[in-house]
């Protein structure tokens, strides 16, 4: 068996690659010593340092499953199993950064088709030995940790082709473990667009975008990706499951729905039938400026109610917009959104757009912080590496509501983040979706690196998560469950909604391999 996989620790206490790491703005620099009196930790402990003690999987399993995917396809060396046995959130980063790592699974598997899925989720449940899927690796909530004495990873990276496209009925089949900007590529080369950006888009896969019901930066526009989804096929340990044979139907409940954002604990999603569309002709990206967050949110609450919609809708409350504008050694105040346009006449959007947000009180910024923002899009995740370099611990979390509740369940995070966080520190925000009825609510933490960074931060995320339970929020709108929200999801589903779930569970996954402790709690009979 190989002891050490191609590519293991790709991005080992960081985002991404050491090589894609981007420098904090000397703005940004300066503040954190001026106002945070920040001090760099110490050195990260490199992957190459990590040990772990042997497999601890029976031999009986580890030769079943080495049966099933081949020996150089089952990989025992600590690399390997140290880098998949974890995400991306920042208590993560600092665990790995501190060589502190959770229990890791047994063997990483990499099978080649559904069928290889099917017949390791079989051996698993003989064997009583707990799987847990993996794609980019990118879940910011606790998604890779499960609640197990021992467990397999299932690494889907090589279920990676785009199996067909359907020009006549614009839909396309990608097998789960596609990376987004290969998809994107494959997709292209027909002359379509999946559509799907979220932040994570650079090393999420396309099975990862279903199982946490990913949205992404142009959901405005193309919608949540599972709008976009219209079939799966699951591995379960009790045999595969197909859904989505027409684009809409009213034969009983729609099974599609029990998958997208199961986290892995109802069955494996091998391949995802989406909806894809046209590659936009013209894309235009331009930055409004509104007196105060109040104003913003009533500004894209119109265009989300009564249009005209764009593409890209983002806006960023007044702390927000100051830090990016001293990163872009700029000082306008107030609040910044970015409006995008993708089609085929963008003039015409941006027109009758401009002319909703000028009657809003909003001032035209002109191309600039748009085309900034979409140039940069993908670099908060990085700039968290610079930060935690430097000596600053930041983190992030997401929410939404219905408009009504929007300004409440804003006052009501902030209130119980700053309640909990050292002093001094910074909490920003930004909508960053936006529906008819409501819209997300994306919070960034600065703060000092603190004595027990993790604890701290435990403090007060949960500190925010009874506050968006108590201000109507939901616990997540698109980073997902995992063990981080996995309690309060509990709370916002309701006890009678919870033992429904069990049921499912119960009935595909009756020796409660998949993925235990992860959306639901573990059932206590």
Avoid at 70 to 85: L, M
Avoid at 309 to 332: F, K, N, Q, W, Y
Wanted: include cysteine; charged fraction near 20%.
């Amino acid at each position: 068996m190989d002891e050490k996989r191609e590519e293991a620790g790709s991005g080992w206490g960081r985002w991404g690659t050491p090589q894609h790491a981007r420098p904090l703005p000397d703005a940004v620099a300066k503040l954190l010593k001026q106002v945070f009196e920040v001090t760099p930790p110490p050195a990260p402990v490199p992957l190459d340092a990590v040990t772990a003690p042997a497999p601890p999987l029976p031999e009986a399993a580890l030769a079943a499953l080495t049966a099933v995917v081949g020996a150089e396809h089952v990989h025992t060396g600590a690399a390997a199993r140290a880098a998949a046995a974890s995400g991306k959130s920042t208590p993560d980063l600092v665990h790995q950064r501190g060589g502190e790592l959770p229990a890791l699974p047994g063997a990483v598997l990499t099978p080649a088709d559904h069928d290889q899925v099917l017949a390791v989720l079989a051996a698993c449940a003989e064997h009583r030995l707990a799987v847990v899927p993996l794609g980019g690796g990118t879940s910011v909530v606790g998604g890779l940790t499960p609640q197990a004495d021992g467990y397999v990873t299932l690494d889907l990276r090589r279920l990676d082709r785009l199996v067909s496209v359907d020009p006549v009925s614009r839909t396309a089949v990608l097998q789960a473990g596609l990376p987004a900007p290969r998809a994107e590529e494959l997709l292209a080369a027909h002359g379509f667009t999946l559509g799907h950006v979220p932040q994570s888009y650079e090393y999420a896969t396309i099975g990862g975008f279903a199982a946490t019901r990913s949205s992404g930066q142009a959901s405005a526009g193309y919608g949540r990706f599972d709008d976009m989804v219209v079939g799966l096929t699951v591995a379960t340990p009790r045999g595969t499951l197909a859904t989505g044979r027409a684009p809409a139907s009213a034969a009983g409940p729609d099974l599609r729905r029990l998958f997208l954002g199961s986290e892995g604990a109802f069955g494996v999603i091998t391949d995802v039938t989406v909806r894809v569309r046209p590659v936009p002709a013209q894309r235009r990206y331009e930055g409004w400026r509104f007196e105060s967050f109040a104003d913003g949110t009533a500004a894209a609450r119109r265009l989300a109610q009564d249009g005209p919609r764009p593409t890209v809708l983002r806006l960023s409350d007044e702390v927000e917009t100051m830090l990016g504008a001293a990163g872009r050694g700029r000082g306008d105040g107030g609040c910044l959104m970015v409006v995008g346009h993708e089609g085929a006449d963008v003039a015409r959007a941006a027109a009758d757009t401009a002319a909703v947000l000028r009657e809003c009180g909003g001032q035209e910024l002109g191309p600039e912080p748009g085309e900034q923002w979409a140039a940069h899009r993908f670099d908060a995740p990085y700039l968290r590496d610079a930060l935690l370099d430097a000596g600053a611990f930041a983190e992030t979390l997401e929410t939404a509501a219905f408009w009504s509740a929007l300004p409440g369940l804003y006052d009501a995070v902030r209130e119980a983040l700053f309640g909990a966080l050292p002093v001094p520190s910074m909490v920003l925000c930004h909508v960053s979706h936006v529906y008819e009825t409501g819209a997300s609510l994306y919070f960034t933490v600065v703060t000092a690196y603190p004595d027990e960074p993790v604890a701290r931060w435990r403090a007060a995320k949960e500190a925010a998560n009874d506050a968006i339970i108590a201000a109507g929020g939901t616990i997540s709108h698109h980073h997902g469950v995992g063990t981080d929200h996995r309690d309060w999801y509990a709370r916002e589903a309701g006890p009678l909604g919870i033992d429904a779930l069990r049921g499912v569970k119960h009935a595909l996954d009756p020796a409660g391999v998949l993925n235990p402790g992860i959306l639901l709690p573990l059932d206590p009979s």
